[in-house]
């Protein structure tokens, strides 16, 4: 449902783009004519990148099937072009129409009050029954993910009986990284120093989306959040002050950090996770030693979930005779295959990294190409929040262009570092939401001559009030 709703949208969008187009009109938001940037050019020369190299591993027209590690078919190409470019794509064309102020406005709080929604959610999931998620149609199992499947019920972590929120339709990972979004707009809510009024709702909503993202024990989440708040305090604090108050509060999360990982080592060491975030993206990377050119779209990351089987790794020491009651698990003693007995296992490839994803997929330039992108759209960001500062008045508003603007800067800061760790763009709610805000943030053209021109109220009757 969620890409026929966003292929609903990029209709609309190209229809206004067409008529705009034939009518001669020039970019609503820049006062120029649309024209193609780096960053557009990195995204299509990655699109057609990845159609070149899928057609020299898998013919199109195969049936969907599975041809191991050394290429797919059709079938995980298009998973591939969902992951991958979907979001992208959309992006491309988004940036291409106007935006109207009063839409940006009510995103920050949309976002604001979905996440206060998801956040109590998770909270509360925290202390109910499994019974109540079978109920719902979960899994009756805990901690297993099967692709043609429900999703299980939670996620324990490790051997302990310790529970991991998630949302409705994805795990603890996924909901973690979302949570990042709303964790932006408070965050700049509440640091936007000239912004006095509404601060206690916005505190509340940041401490109900702190404590749902601490219960999701995602740790890559939680690195993204702490360079977040890292980067909203330095903005929030004058500059002779700045260095002695970040240093202080890195190093208190550092000795709480610390504390944690030698009282509860299996809460937060995680040894079996963290050897997973190190070996999977050593395997990343000697499979594109071995395949420099790559092995096509959606041989890797989530994508390679599709149609393969579902398999966990064991400790050697564990006892696996658990799992004899799901016969479909594929179940591993360290290497060993020991369920079931009867075929080889054709397990996902996973890199536990979004580039090294793309580096598996697209080789070493797809891998490069990915950094370029990231830096590029960060680079960006910095320079046109730049821009915004230095006009008067601004920053004043309640919600404002700025808030848009420094919003997405923290959030795709705090992805594209947990993107180190995991395969942060899989999740439709992250890729979407945040290529939807960017396409708003950095729409093709400069953005200086919009923001100069007067912003139309709410009750304006003038053209840009009916933009998209």
């Given at each position: 449902?969620?890409?026929?709703l966003?292929g609903?949208?990029?209709?609309?969008?190209?229809?206004e783009?067409f008529?705009?187009?034939?009518?001669?009109?020039?970019?609503?938001?820049?006062?120029?004519?649309?024209?193609?940037d780096s960053?557009?050019?990195i995204i299509?020369?990655s699109?057609?990148l990845?159609?070149i190299?899928?057609t020299?591993?898998f013919p199109?027209?195969?049936p969907?099937k599975l041809?191991?590690?050394?290429?797919?078919?059709?079938?995980?190409f298009?998973?591939?072009?969902?992951?991958d470019?979907?979001p992208?794509?959309?992006?491309?064309?988004?940036r291409?129409?106007?935006?109207?102020s009063?839409f940006?406005?009510?995103?920050?709080r949309s976002?604001l009050?979905?996440?206060?929604?998801v956040a109590v959610?998770?909270i509360?999931?925290f202390?109910?029954?499994?019974?109540f998620?079978?109920r719902l149609?979960?899994?009756?199992?805990h901690?297993?993910?099967?692709?043609d499947g429900p999703?299980?019920?939670?996620q324990m972590i490790?051997?302990?009986?310790?529970?991991r929120?998630?949302?409705?339709?994805?795990?603890?990972?996924?909901?973690g990284l979302?949570?990042?979004i709303?964790?932006?707009v408070g965050l700049?809510?509440?640091f936007?120093?000239?912004v006095i009024?509404?601060?206690?709702s916005?505190i509340?909503?940041?401490?109900?989306?702190?404590?749902?993202l601490?219960l999701?024990?995602?740790r890559?989440?939680?690195?993204?959040a702490?360079?977040?708040?890292?980067?909203?305090?330095?903005?929030?604090?004058?500059?002779?002050?700045?260095k002695r108050?970040?240093v202080g509060?890195?190093?208190?999360?550092?000795?709480?950090?610390?504390?944690?990982?030698i009282?509860?080592?299996?809460?937060?060491?995680r040894?079996g996770?963290?050897r997973g975030?190190l070996?999977?993206?050593l395997?990343?990377?000697?499979?594109?030693?071995?395949?420099?050119?790559?092995l096509?779209l959606?041989?890797a990351g989530?994508?390679s979930?599709?149609?393969?089987?579902?398999c966990?790794?064991?400790?050697?020491q564990?006892?696996?005779?658990?799992?004899?009651t799901?016969p479909s698990l594929?179940v591993?003693?360290g290497?060993?295959?020991?369920?079931?007995?009867?075929?080889?296992?054709?397990?996902?490839?996973?890199?536990e990294?979004?580039y090294?994803?793309?580096?598996?997929?697209?080789?070493?330039?797809?891998?490069?190409?990915?950094?370029?992108l990231?830096?590029?759209?960060?680079r960006?960001?910095?320079?046109?929040n730049?821009k915004l500062?230095?006009?008067?008045?601004?920053?004043?508003?309640?919600?404002?262009?700025?808030?848009?603007h420094?919003s997405?800067?923290?959030v795709?800061?705090g992805?594209?570092?947990?993107a180190?760790?995991l395969?942060?763009w899989?999740?439709?709610a992250v890729?979407?939401?945040?290529?939807?805000?960017?396409?708003?943030a950095?729409p093709s053209?400069t953005?200086?001559?919009c923001?100069?021109?007067p912003?139309?109220?709410?009750?304006?009757?003038s053209a840009?009030s009916?933009?998209t």
């Amino acid at each position: 449902w969620k890409e026929m709703l966003l292929g609903v949208i990029l209709i609309i969008a190209l229809v206004e783009i067409f008529y705009g187009m034939r009518s001669g009109q020039r970019s609503a938001v820049s006062g120029q004519k649309v024209r193609i940037d780096s960053i557009d050019s990195i995204i299509v020369t990655s699109i057609v990148l990845g159609i070149i190299v899928s057609t020299f591993h898998f013919p199109f027209l195969a049936p969907p099937k599975l041809l191991g590690s050394e290429g797919g078919s059709i079938f995980h190409f298009a998973y591939g072009v969902k992951y991958d470019f979907l979001p992208l794509i959309a992006f491309l064309i988004l940036r291409r129409v106007p935006w109207s102020s009063q839409f940006m406005d009510r995103v920050l709080r949309s976002i604001l009050i979905v996440g206060v929604i998801v956040a109590v959610y998770g909270i509360i999931t925290f202390f109910l029954p499994q019974s109540f998620f079978v109920r719902l149609g979960y899994l009756p199992y805990h901690s297993l993910y099967f692709s043609d499947g429900p999703i299980a019920a939670f996620q324990m972590i490790g051997n302990t009986t310790l529970r991991r929120i998630q949302s409705v339709m994805s795990g603890p990972n996924q909901l973690g990284l979302w949570l990042l979004i709303p964790l932006s707009v408070g965050l700049v809510k509440i640091f936007q120093r000239k912004v006095i009024s509404d601060q206690r709702s916005a505190i509340s909503a940041l401490v109900l989306v702190g404590i749902a993202l601490l219960l999701t024990f995602s740790r890559s989440a939680w690195i993204g959040a702490f360079a977040m708040v890292i980067v909203a305090l330095g903005s929030a604090i004058p500059a002779q002050a700045r260095k002695r108050i970040i240093v202080g509060f890195v190093s208190a999360i550092a000795i709480i950090g610390v504390i944690l990982l030698i009282a509860f080592p299996s809460v937060f060491g995680r040894l079996g996770s963290t050897r997973g975030h190190l070996e999977k993206p050593l395997e990343a990377i000697q499979i594109m030693i071995a395949h420099p050119f790559g092995l096509g779209l959606g041989t890797a990351g989530p994508a390679s979930n599709r149609g393969t089987d579902a398999c966990i790794v064991l400790r050697l020491q564990d006892d696996p005779s658990w799992a004899k009651t799901i016969p479909s698990l594929c179940v591993f003693l360290g290497t060993r295959q020991v369920q079931p007995t009867d075929r080889i296992c054709n397990c996902p490839l996973l890199t536990e990294n979004w580039y090294l994803q793309w580096g598996v997929e697209m080789g070493v330039i797809g891998f490069v190409l990915s950094l370029v992108l990231v830096i590029l759209v960060l680079r960006k960001l910095i320079i046109e929040n730049g821009k915004l500062k230095i006009i008067s008045g601004i920053s004043s508003h309640k919600f404002s262009i700025y808030n848009l603007h420094f919003s997405i800067f923290l959030v795709f800061l705090g992805l594209s570092l947990a993107a180190l760790f995991l395969h942060a763009w899989e999740d439709a709610a992250v890729a979407y939401t945040v290529w939807v805000m960017l396409s708003v943030a950095l729409p093709s053209g400069t953005l200086r001559s919009c923001l100069q021109s007067p912003v139309p109220s709410s009750s304006s009757t003038s053209a840009d009030s009916t933009h998209t």
